[in-house]
């Protein structure tokens, strides 16, 4: 009994006091999937700590060194949708469990199982978790010549739902963002 009461013993989660974000890859529709340790967390807001793209030059010329303390990394960047370069995540997304939502209607138990599966609770698709407003890519150089400085200011800021914009000379990943409110305790 105690072992079987154990397995379906319900976890106990402590909310954050500051919002975490994650960023996602994966089919919006889909409520699971693989590859969860190509996924990052911010623990904190990365807006906020951001550098917007006209003040690249300035950036460069601090060695990388961003205000708010962050190294910029140029041959591994990312963009958010007002055109600020942001700090990378932190990679992998660690296994566990986390109540992530879009800001929406829903919220759901994220569960990353340590083989980097990925299972959303209660039927929630990876859309119903995304923050929409928000858009991230990651943005990785096809040459020494590729530079920040390359994006188009007049591309910002990207409508809600949109693909962030292409740089030229660089290759583009779009993330999904989603908001995380709790971890297991």
Not at 86 to 92: A, H, I, N, S, W
Not at 117 to 144: F, I, Q
Not at 165 to 185: C, M, N
Request: charged share 25%.
């Amino acid at each position: 009994f105690a072992a079987n009461a154990d397995e379906n013993a319900q976890p106990e989660f402590k909310r954050l006091r500051r919002t975490q974000f994650i960023a996602a890859l994966g089919d919006p529709d889909s409520s699971s999937g693989a590859a969860a340790d190509e996924w990052g967390l911010w623990p904190l807001d990365p807006g906020p700590r951001g550098v917007y793209l006209r003040d690249y030059r300035s950036l460069e010329s601090r060695g990388g060194k961003a205000p708010a303390k962050w190294q910029f990394d140029r041959k591994d960047w990312w963009l958010e949708e007002h055109g600020l370069i942001m700090e990378k995540p932190d990679f992998p997304l660690a296994p566990g469990k986390y109540i992530v939502t879009g800001g929406r209607e829903v919220s759901s138990i994220l569960t990353v199982y340590p083989d980097a599966r990925w299972e959303l609770s209660n039927g929630a698709k990876l859309y119903d978790v995304t923050h929409l407003p928000c858009r991230a890519a990651r943005y990785t150089p096809m040459s020494d010549a590729a530079s920040p400085a390359n994006a188009r200011l007049t591309d910002f800021p990207v409508k809600p739902g949109a693909e962030m914009p292409t740089v030229e000379g660089h290759q583009k990943q779009d993330y999904a963002v989603l908001f995380v409110i709790g971890v297991e305790a």
